[in-house]
């Protein structure tokens, strides 16, 4: 079994958050960026489904800042093998676009499984992994916590709302949107790190063409507070204290 | 106008909350201008769930064993075809698992676009404008899509009440597409909750850690400031993920959703999916050093203290009595 893996990266917003000048994106300029969390669960799953079964696993990503360390990360996790895709679009690239990129490379490549994210926190226009099942017009299941291999294919555990979930049986070649791996990501020590700089990733050139998307950015701006919150500022001695009061004055404190 | 047309959910026979609100939005953008209210119930008891769903001028139902319980491809097969045989120039899908799972999937094989995380929906001209929650909760981006269009609504923004009501309720049954016959994925079984588990909805106080307390090592500091409150520990998302906590201790889109008397929020940013499980508490407090996280929207009492210097000081502080 050959298991693609698509790992994104995104804008890692704990700081303050700059608006370009045409009030549409966010500035790129100066922003660190992080692995999407969900995508750092693909991972772990199509690494525990290779523990479990065997398979041979290939992390690949769209080209960009960042993305040679992120593949590298991936080898030292236990990934196989590791592919960019080389493109020229701006990022956020909406699902629809990078579906496209992605199909044309499931081709060249060859897999029998896609693991990918649930969601991204800026995929505002579609969620991969069902656009890219569409897409190939492969069987899909997203919000997951669970995967192993069965007789017939992959049984894989859906998760909704309220502590109910499903288990479904799905043929291959499938996409999956990951929304926690069947254990938590592992640790991957410096010495891992270190030793996976020098894998060679491979380049994916692929021919694509795309239209422009149905839907676009108008504006981004700060969401408007209620308003109502109070900020208590001070020593955390000072701001216990007060919080002390509050709730002692609301009735919620242990009695 | 071809009208609006909301994807009803529905669980063991009952429609869920979420579609009622989705019936509100739909009802406004039809007043609005895209003429009549439609919605379409995919089950294998499709007609007996009809009844439940008054908001709605049409009822569009469809029968087939595979479409109960729920099944990513098969809903995917059977909205398509509904949606071929209206043509809505609007689908409502509620931002959840489901809508996750299903709305792009709709959206490439009808060949319309998508636009996700609303929480507010208007007309401009031929086009839908929405307002979506993007980076977890810090920015809105204000769209514009060309219609028909897909979009995934945000739980919570809509009036659940107000979606009830108001419609013709015309049933409509279409005849299930033949290509879901041959399947790729197929229900095997279902989980509910245990209930001898941890049920967070029975508590009134809630000390809820979030990323921010960096390690199973460090729940200690919250889980003392909880058991001096006489709270429940509780976790977002990404503690659950780390497994950090315990799954029947998450709080958020999806986990349980909470409304206690106190809820003291430490370390969490405050994305939409955990807003929506927790923004309906009395008393919110919110500890988080960032201090443009969404958290902070919602929270009645804030501060950008450091928890692991905070939360030691208010036990202490409770502690004294």
Not at chain 1, 151 to 173: N, R, W
Not at chain 1, 203 to 218: C, K, L, Q, R, W
Not at chain 1, 234 to 242: I, Q
Not at chain 2, 202 to 220: N, T, Y
Request: with cysteine.
């Amino acid at each position: 079994m050959h298991i693609l893996v698509v790992m994104r990266l995104i804008p890692d917003l704990v700081e303050e958050v700059g608006i370009t000048t045409d009030g549409k994106g966010i500035d790129r300029e100066w922003i660190d960026l992080k692995l999407n969390e969900f995508d750092d669960h693909a991972l772990e799953e199509a690494i525990l489904l290779k523990e479990s079964g065997g398979a041979t696993v290939t992390a690949v990503a769209l080209d960009g800042e960042g993305v040679n360390r992120l593949l590298q990360s991936a080898i030292a996790r236990g990934a196989d093998h590791a592919a960019k895709i080389v493109h020229d679009i701006p990022p956020p690239i909406p699902a629809a676009v990078a579906a496209e990129y992605l199909a044309a490379a499931v081709k060249i490549i060859g897999c029998d499984l896609v693991l990918t994210g649930v969601q991204t926190t800026e995929d505002l226009f579609g969620q991969l992994a069902p656009t890219l099942a569409a897409r190939l017009d492969w069987p899909q299941v997203s919000a997951t916590s669970g995967v192993e291999l069965g007789d017939k294919g992959l049984l894989v555990q859906q998760e909704y709302s309220g502590g109910f979930a499903a288990t479904h049986a799905v043929s291959m070649p499938a996409v999956l949107g990951i929304q926690a791996a069947s254990r938590p990501p592992r640790y991957v020590s410096g010495t891992k790190l270190r030793e996976a700089m020098s894998v060679k990733i491979r380049d994916i050139a692929v021919s694509v063409e795309t239209a422009p998307y149905g839907s676009e950015i108008m504006s981004l701006s700060l969401p408007e507070s209620s308003g109502r919150v109070e900020m208590i500022d001070g020593t955390a001695e000072v701001v216990a204290g007060r919080l002390a009061t509050i709730l002692r004055d609301r009735g919620l404190v242990k009695r | 106008m071809a009208g609006v047309l909301v994807y009803v959910e529905s669980r063991g026979g009952a429609v869920q909350p979420v579609t009622y609100e989705l019936l509100d939005a739909a009802r406004r953008l039809a007043t609005a201008g895209l003429g009549e209210v439609i919605c379409c119930i995919l089950a294998a008891d499709a007609e007996a769930i009809a009844p439940q769903l008054q908001g709605a001028d049409r009822i569009v139902t469809m029968q087939h064993a595979s479409l109960s319980p729920y099944s990513a491809e098969a809903h995917a097969i059977a909205l398509a075809s509904v949606i071929e045989s209206c043509p809505p120039d609007l689908v409502l899908i509620a931002y959840d698992s489901v809508g996750l799972d299903l709305g792009s999937c709709v959206s490439v094989r009808t060949g319309r676009p998508i636009v996700a995380y609303c929480t507010a929906l208007g007309l401009g001209g031929d086009a839908l404008e929405a307002s979506s929650l993007v980076y977890g909760g810090k920015l809105i981006a204000r769209t514009r899509t060309r219609l028909p269009a897909v979009a995934l609504v945000v739980p919570g923004c809509f009036d659940e009440e107000a979606g009830k009501s108001g419609g013709r309720g015309e049933i409509v049954p279409l005849r299930p597409p033949g290509a879901l016959e041959s399947r790729r994925v197929e229900f095997v079984s279902a989980a509910a909750p245990d209930p001898n588990e941890l049920d967070l909805t029975k508590f009134d106080r809630i000390v809820c850690v979030g990323r921010g307390i960096g390690g199973a090592d460090k729940i200690p500091v919250a889980a003392e400031l909880a058991a001096v409150l006489g709270a429940e520990i509780a976790g977002s998302r990404p503690v659950i993920d780390s497994g950090w906590l315990p799954k029947a201790r998450q709080v958020g889109k999806s986990g349980t959703k909470v409304k206690p008397k106190l809820y003291i929020a430490a370390g969490v940013s405050g994305a939409p999916e955990h807003l929506e499980g927790m923004k309906g508490a009395e008393c919110i407090i919110a500890v988080n050093s960032d201090p443009k996280a969404p958290i902070f929207d919602v929270a009645h009492y804030g501060t950008n203290c450091d928890l692991f210097e905070l939360l030691p000081a208010l036990t202490q502080q409770l502690r004294k009595g």
